[in-house]
């Protein structure tokens, strides 16, 4: 039996997948299985991973259910004592496997473990920005009821035992089903942190208005869930996890929205999120997204009076 399960869902990702498996393959600890749940591609995805050859690989075809049953259905499939899961555009360092699971065997307390990430654009792959790094160990369910400090669903190594006894992603949720899986784990178990960025996490450049009002959707449900089975002790902490999804979904808003409507969007949701915590005003990065804002809104302005401008020059009016 394999020491560790590797989990790739793949929906049409035949851009990327390759690479990904790669970075997999790469890994310094190589006793793995590499468990690929194909959800349902109509492209070339698996075409691609046939081509692959090796025996650590299996590939399982389904059709289509979403991202959560992918990840459930690859859990289905796990043999190893430990699995990890990362997205079909994703990539990792060739020592993240090595280094979690070294963590976890030094922390036979420990359920989970998680590292640091960084971010790319997607098509951008030499351009990368380290993500904040965070400290966190132990006992992190406080942490994680504020905000999703692991920050993605290709990070963790968790063992088996520990997904036994909280139950798999949650099927339903449309996003923001990691950061309940998290949640749900930490209610019962302890999180060690290797302090490196492992987790190369790819991020579109497009336009995604309509993703950011799912996930906003999809991340108050979780709020909403992780309350609900929360402790009394732990109630008072409800406002700041509202404030952090709508702070995240400002930063969204303000990366990815085009015009003067996806400035306004912003300004609604940091807005709500002071409202409801007003001391996340003292923190850096409200102050940098207020900043970011007002920067945003003058140069929008600027441009619909230059705009005008020239319409007028050119009719005369």
């Known amino acids: 039996m394999p020491t560790i399960s590797v989990v790739i869902p793949a929906y049409n990702a035949e851009r990327t997948v390759l690479k990904t498996v790669e970075s997999v393959q790469k890994q310094t600890f190589s006793d793995i299985e ?3 749940i194909n959800d349902g591609s109509t ?11 090796d025996q650590r690989l299996k590939i399982v075809y389904y059709k289509n259910g979403g991202l959560p049953v992918a990840r459930n259905r690859g859990i289905s499939h796990a043999n190893g004592e430990f ?5 079909a555009d994703d990539l990792w360092t060739p020592d993240k496997l090595e280094l979690q699971l070294a963590a976890l065997q030094q922390h036979p307390d420990a359920g989970v473990a998680y590292s640091w990430t960084s971010y790319f654009i997607d098509g951008q792959e030499e351009s990368i920005s380290p993500y904040h790094p965070v400290f966190f160990e132990g006992n992190v369910y406080d942490k994680l009821l504020v905000n999703n400090i692991v920050g993605n669903g290709s990070n963790i190594l968790v063992r088996r035992k520990a997904i036994e006894s909280v139950g798999e992603f949650e099927p339903t949720l449309k996003s923001c089903e990691d950061w309940d899986f998290y949640i749900r784990l930490a209610a019962k178990w302890h999180f060690v942190v290797v302090p490196k960025h492992q987790i190369l996490y790819r991020q579109s450049s497009k336009a995604m ?8 959707k999809e991340a108050l ?12 002790e732990y109630q008072f902490l409800k406002n700041q996890s509202l404030a952090w999804v ?10 990815h929205s085009i015009g003067m409507s996806g400035v306004h969007q912003a300004s609604q949701k940091l807005w709500q999120a002071i409202r409801l915590h007003p001391p996340i005003l003292l923190g850096d990065y409200a102050q940098s997204l207020m900043r970011w804002l007002i920067k945003k809104w003058i140069f929008m302005q600027l441009e619909t009076c230059r705009r005008e401008a020239r319409i007028s020059r050119a009719t005369g009016k």
Do not use: G, H, N, W
């Open 34 to 36: 590499i468990i690929i």
């Open 43 to 53: 492209d070339r995805t698996l075409e691609l991973l046939q081509s692959i050859t």
């Open 83 to 87: 699995i990890s899961f990362i997205d």
């Open 209 to 216: 208005t309509s993703k950011v009002e799912v996930m906003e």
């Open 221 to 232: 449900r979780v709020v909403e869930r992780a309350y609900q089975a929360a402790p009394p």
């Open 246 to 255: 709508y702070e995240y979904c400002t930063q969204q808003y303000l990366k």
